[in-house]
């Protein structure tokens, strides 16, 4: 069923409830392929740095072909997933799982940077956010 | 409740079902909530006219709960949950859709209602494969959609014919309602001039975005790479047109911008802010240690949507409590709703993160504070000069206002330019200078400061890098 279709990406980093653009983050954004033991596998897909506006270029990913009204029981979801993972210095890094991407529709993720408490080295949680996948239709 | 309703800046939604007090609440701005949603609960490759259909149902919904307080007065400190079973889906940090985003944007204030009600519709809807409702069929939109019927026709299919849309419902904290029609290259009036302000101050924060000279009403060249800019770094279609979306977006951003820049200014004194907790605080207690409090809870809020935005008042009221409950809970302390040692150092040194590690040229100062009491004709303070300083200043934009001499003295002349300013801005004239006017004169005064900014470091008409 992988017939070359894509979705596009484009992550938006930002902080203060989008008063101000995160500058210079990494973002890596890696498929999660289902293994049969139930855990996913990573596949790096892309690295990328945002710009002044806290935007990412736009890339290009494989998505699964486009199906308005599947019928019948055993539907396979009309997206892809993948995870991506956005850091900064001086920020609390931010992990987006499960993020759907359907063919030739644009995803944008949103990824609001916290400012890093002022407390010792150690203590420093990765924000977690699952968006397990699609709606559930 | 009473009253006609409008669209809130922000909603707070509950992370799980009503009855689990462990869930968190975030607060996020309505357009952002109905995005997300549309995005949860629907497919962004359905026909557009489906997807428009779901997002008025989403919208009316979400409208309903916070009209009638369905939450709120059942004593609980959200105006809706993300329970499919008993709301509609909200996956918190999700991505959205591009072509759901745009259609949010142009929608998000408008909603369906019975004729001759005020009452936003409760309009139902579920899967219609696995879960059927009275209310619409969400994979029902879909074969309408295929068969030609336009989003009210869906919409009527399955709520009746006796439905209204109502149109652009004003927005909570947005007060110049949209253009009758987009302003765009060769555009001119004020409307244009608002949007240049506005753009100028958001591109202090947003330097990608180039700044607007000068901001005379006029919709020229320099608007247009302004406003195409600002709708690429926004996800809208960067045409150079400001219609709805980039209007209410624009407002929206600025308004994001302004908020941060306000509870800068009114900073706190160095003495004020000292890792001493002040004594455990608790519901019923006034004084500057709440104070202190609350203005470190509206500064995380600014930040982090698992902290509502409260506002300032020196008294721990209920607002209060359910902000350090919310606040307790992001941060993983007992939730009790009173600030003790271990409540009120996570506060601070959240708040110190911030501080050191947000680009520091952001909080570069603007204009000072309300001093706190009125200034009123006769009197001499440091404080009238400063009013004289922006005032002065503002006269280089608004020619109307006469320059005057920068003594101190609340004389003849600062109070007939008090006077001036207060009809320009329809403030009532008083020629006193009290909380209004003096927001207003330097909220006016950093707008311009804003747009000066540019004229060291841009040149119209030249490229900018």
Known sequence: MNNSSYGTLIVNVKTARGAIPVEGATVTVSGLTPQEDGTSQRTIEYVLVTDSAGLTPKVQLEAYPRMQTPEGDEIPPPYKLYIIETSKDGFYSVENTNVPIYEDITSIQPVEMLPLADIPEGKRPRVIYNESGGPSL | MPGTPVIPEYITVHLGSAGNPDAQNVTVSFADYIKNVASSEIYPTWPENALRANIYAQISFALNRIYTEYYRSRGYDFDITNSTAQDQSFVYGRDIFQNISEITDELFNDYLRRPGTVEPLFAQYCDGRNVMCDGLSQWGTVDLANQGYTPYEILTYYYGDDLDIVFDTSVEGITSSVPERPLRLGSSGND?????????????????????????????????????????????????????????????????????????????????????????????????????????????????????????????????????????????????????????????????????????????????????????????????????????????????????TVDGIYGPETENAVRIYQELSGIPVSGITGVNTWNSIAALYDDIRAADYLITSQYPGYTVK
Not at chain 2, 217 to 222: H, L
Not at chain 2, 252 to 274: C, F, H
Not at chain 2, 348 to 368: C, H, L, M, W
């Open chain 2, 192 to 404: 244009v001039q608002r949007v240049q302000v506005r753009l100028n101050r958001i591109s202090t924060n947003y330097p990608n975005i180039p700044k607007i000279y000068p901001t005379d009403g006029i919709f020229g060249v320099s608007t247009d790479k302004a406003v195409r800019e600002f709708q690429k770094t926004f996800n809208l279609t960067p045409d150079g047109v400001v219609g709805k979306g980039t209007w209410y977006s624009i407002y929206r951003i600025y308004n994001a911008v302004k908020k941060l820049n306000e509870l800068d200014s009114e900073g706190l004194s160095l003495e004020e802010i000292s890792r001493q907790n002040p004594n455990q605080l608790a519901l019923g207690e006034s004084g500057i240690g709440v104070t202190i409090v609350q203005y470190f809870l509206a500064y995380i809020a600014q930040y982090n949507e698992s902290v509502p935005p409260i506002s300032i008042t020196g008294e721990f009221g209920e607002e209060t409590r359910e902000a350090v409950m919310d606040f307790q809970r992001a941060y993983s302390l007992p939730v009790t709703g009173e600030v003790d040692a271990a409540t009120y150092y996570t506060l601070y040194d959240t708040y110190q993160g911030i501080i050191k590690n947000v680009e520091p040229s952001i909080f570069e100062s603007v204009a000072r504070p309300y001093p706190g009491f009125p200034l009123i004709p006769g009197i001499e303070d440091e404080n009238v000069a400063y009013l004289q300083e922006y005032l002065n200043f503002i006269s280089d934009t608004l020619t109307d206002i006469p320059k005057l």
